[in-house]
């Protein structure tokens, strides 16, 4: 058996950025942390995109109903500021609400800066995929994807990307197999499936 491929859809949300003002981080830090931890075979759709609220929620329609994506990633807009709108653009394009994504963001996010708990990142499932707001920061990225390990490389706090194969299991998706050095995916011992690549 081969590994299945899998689509993803990453997203910077920023005015300045996608207007050329300043070079945007958001998308090489997304790609560089899922091209380490995933193992499957991988096809990026980019976006870069300002911070209007019908224009993200389109894009992400678009990324889920048209390219086919089973997982979906956005970077920045999930602040308090006026213009931060992206967790209202995913909920406007959302089948169910996956709140505990964002719950264990801040978890990560607090043991660094007491300011997490001004962000409001968010997950939902549109149709057969998962889309998850992530920070803006490649560090936050990192961080809140990995989870935090102690200097013997226990893990300390677990990070999201931990559940998200699983869910999209659970969703229809294709499986999704981890480098378990970046991340070790956590399945009940049900749904672990002896995959071996080459086919």
């Known amino acids: 058996m081969s590994w299945d491929a899998v689509k993803i859809g990453v997203v910077s949300i920023s005015d300045r950025a996608s207007s050329g003002v300043y070079e945007d981080k958001g998308l090489p830090a997304l790609q560089d942390w899922l091209g380490r931890a995933v193992r499957n ?5 980019p976006r870069l995109i300002p911070d209007e609220r019908p224009g993200i929620a389109q894009t992400l329609r678009d990324l889920v109903d ?3 994506c ?8 999930t602040g308090p500021a006026l213009r931060d709108v992206t967790p209202e653009a995913t909920l406007d394009v959302a089948d169910k609400e996956m709140p505990g994504f964002g719950e264990q963001m ?12 001004l962000s409001r ?17 490649p560090k936050s990225i990192a961080e809140t994807l990995e989870g935090l390990k102690d200097a013997d490389g226990k893990t300390v706090v677990p990070g999201i990307f ?13 499986y999704i197999e981890t480098d378990t050095a970046v ?17």
């Open 41 to 45: 075979p991988i096809t990026w759709v």
């Open 66 to 68: 048209t390219e086919g």
């Open 70 to 77: 089973h997982l979906v990633l956005t970077t920045g807009g």
């Open 106 to 117: 801040r978890q990560i996010s607090l043991r660094f800066v007491p300011t997490a708990i």
């Open 121 to 137: 990142q968010t997950a939902v499932i549109r149709k057969q995929a998962l889309i998850l707001n992530l920070p803006g920061q």
């Open 162 to 174: 931990a559940a998200i194969p699983y869910c999209i299991d659970l969703i229809g998706g294709p």
């Open 183 to 199: 991340c070790a995916a956590f399945r009940p011992k049900s749904a672990i499936r002896a995959v071996k690549p080459g086919g």
